[in-house]
């Protein structure tokens, strides 16, 4: 989040940590998706994702592909009340023995954890499914997260691998307060939000952003979620506001196909900041 000028705060009554998201299939709703390379090759008959039961695990299990090192990337997208902190906790399965997989966990499209599993990291727990055994390594990441969504997503290289105990979990801001952190909540008013549902078919006109005079009205999904599409390199805004002290923005900005670019961020046609995206 990116304030401006001054924000007065007032002393949080409670951190409220709460479960959001726990058991990979507790409803029959309940469900993951994944890209697929289209070219990965397979024994016949056998299905890329699948539910099971390894003994005591409730699994998602990823078989292999052969025709690539990374093959499968599986996602999930979360829509969250305000809070300021965020704890993903799962456990992570691995054939033994294997061929060392990277495992990848990315959390809103950055990645939090980075790991080669080799033979010589062993772990106590495994379970065993159809005579294939699997090691279980449990991971937790905890991050400071404030955004009305979230987008787990995870891969790994090689073989066959899964995932149980999948919990995420906030801390949640004190009923009432739109905006905190560990210590306070924000003396702010929450003015205007758009695009904080996974799911919108249109927009109201007024409400739209604007690239060299055109509204633009184009929506595409990435990842669980959809987004507005910009038909340019820049998007403008206009809002009225009452009297205030402060400004304070947060957005999600994808970037698509790019090297190493630059966002910079104007407020009343003054720049303000700029972000590298690399």
Known sequence: MTCYFLIFYQILDQAQSKIIYEDLFNSVQDTWYAYRNLDCKNKEGISYFQSEQCQDYKILLINQCLSYEYHHLIFKTIELQPHYQLTLQLTFLREKPSVDPEFLVYIDDRIVLQRSYTDYIHSNDFCTLNTRNYELYPIIITIDHSSSSVTISMIAQKGFWGITKFEISIKECSIGCDSCNSNRCFNQELFFNQFTSLDFSFMDIEKTWQTKDITNI?????????????????????????????????????????????????????????????
């Open 218 to 278: 184009q929506i595409d999904e990435c990842l669980g979620f959809k987004y507005l599409v910009s038909n340019g390199d820049h998007l403008i805004k206009y809002f009225d506001l009452d009297y205030h002290h402060a400004i304070c923005f947060e957005l999600k900005l994808l970037i698509f196909n790019s090297q190493s670019t630059y966002i910079h961020i104007f407020i009343d046609d003054v720049f303000v900041s700029y972000v590298k995206a690399t």
